[in-house]
């Protein structure tokens, strides 16, 4: 329970802060930042679902009205698919900047993905983006640091530390204080913080899309507001063990660039370090050779098809290709497609393997910097993480080879002996659904982001109990 004494110095830290020319100034700076990144945020996130909507518009009708050709130039012609962008992205970009927006889906092919901005922009752009979450990430922290390095070290050296202990508030009242004081202190920042960005939020969003996200953006507000309450536990702990203020401060700015600069850099050095992946052409060169080789190396294409004439003749008793009640040029195609699919299956496979052990490494050093825990859910609640771009690029490949299937299925069954003079029309394009695609649920992110989110609590827990034990044993002389 809150007693008295607590509340007495939560209104006089509240009061002075309030009263603190450095605090009204350093907060209207980080909210003038968070309120510029939330504008480009809107502005970012309406014109990119505005173009990729058109764009979608656009890809699809080109595919109805590509006019009359065999089935399998059609599957060549392709469409693309454009990843949705979740309305919390708005806050966080994640990787998208690094993984890009749309992929191409032919016949034979599993494209990358293309338009990467982070390709098209200045070598500045490689100290990192304006967004909220950087905001949130490295300014917060940075003013709760400067709120509270002298929070028990200066209240020493002015000598009122010794004052208020002698009119019975205990040390941990002090600290309990403090921390409602900063808190109030910081929830006048936050407030408008958190009225803008819903304004941000309501402006971006279609119908229903805000309430669609209240999971998502309620667990990112929890995995913040853990975060922030790290750094005021912290602060507390190293002001009331630190010799002096000056002392303290140093120590946090240490932690502070520790946490928010060095730590994930070195976390990402590291996964490659560890986990390294093929270069695009090494990877490339691994596709084509098992494409000609068979995945055992054994099964050159040659063979393949001649074992598949065989076992096509022999499924319907003929024993003439021009006997046959179906078009073997369809099946044939298909079986390409089947032979590739594996290919392609087996090396992204592993790919993406990689790059899951990758992000595992990294959210398991949330253990030494909790700037690695929030930023990972932050991006997965976000919907701009790898696990995000890994499930869409999953339904894009499975829409692929529904579409390249039955192009080659109406080959199969339609075209008879003209083989490739066969032409399909309108019927067949519009009988392959448009792409659609559902992100997954707040559950299924939480269960991915599961040791991020315990580590973050873990860190809070350490913190508030480091910032009560410092605070029972500070000394009151300078």
Known sequence: MIN??????????????????????????????????????????????????????????????????????????????????????????????????????????????????????????????????TVMQLLMPLLIILLLFPAFAGEREQGTLRQLLSIGARRTDLAIGKVLGVAGALGVLLLPATMLGTAALALAADDGAVGASAGRLVMMGVGYLLYFGIFVGISLAVSAAAASSRMALVVLLGFWIVNGMIAPRAAADLARQLHPTPSAFEFAQQIDRDMKNGLDGHDPADKRAQDLQRRVLAQYGVSKIEDLPVNFAGISLQEAEEHGNKVYEKHYSALWETFERQEILKRSLGVIAPMLSIRSISAGFAGTDFSHHRDFASSAENYRRVLVKAMNDDMTFNAGRSDYAYQAGPELWSSVDDFSYTAPTARWVLRRQAMSAVLLALWFVAAMGAAMGAAARVRVDV
């Open 4 to 133: 008295r004494n607590q509340i007495s110095v939560a209104r006089k830290e509240f009061t002075e802060m309030m009263r603190d020319g450095r605090f009204r100034w350093a907060a209207a700076i980080v909210l003038g930042l968070l309120l510029a990144a939330l504008v480009m945020g809107w502005k970012h996130h309406r014109e990119v679902s505005r173009q990729h909507e058109a764009a979608r518009r656009e890809t699809r009708e080109q595919w109805l009205h590509q006019g009359a050709k065999n089935p399998h130039s059609a599957a060549h012609y392709g469409i693309y698919a454009f990843k949705p962008k979740m309305l919390p992205a708005l806050l966080d970009r994640g990787v998208e900047p690094y993984t890009g927006v749309a992929v191409w889906l032919e016949a034979h092919k599993q494209n990358e993905f293309k338009y990467r901005p982070a390709a098209d922009a200045a070598a500045v752009a490689r100290f990192g983006e304006l967004t909220a979450s």
